[in-house]
């Protein structure tokens, strides 16, 4: 499975993973403890997700998921 980072445009501190699902759908493993806020924007194709800087970005993938921050 794929993984690459997502990031916050302003600061730039990492907002979770995206990972590819074997129909190429993406799901962000969205850090609890980066993320302040995550609620659908547009039903089935959008989720707003908001950094602990207030900035906000737009998540168009299949699902997120908030997860604890695992150590590299």
């Known amino acids: 499975m794929a993984r690459r980072a997502w990031s916050c445009p302003r600061c730039h501190t990492a907002l979770g993973l995206l990972t590819v699902d074997r129909d190429g759908g993406e799901h962000?493993?969205?850090?609890?403890?980066?993320v302040t806020r995550i609620e659908p924007d547009e039903p089935g194709v959008s989720t707003l997700v908001w950094c602990q800087c207030g900035e906000c970005r737009v998540f168009l993938g299949v699902a997120v998921h908030l997860e604890a921050k695992k150590a590299a």
């Open 28 to 34: 962000l493993k969205a850090y609890a403890d980066r």
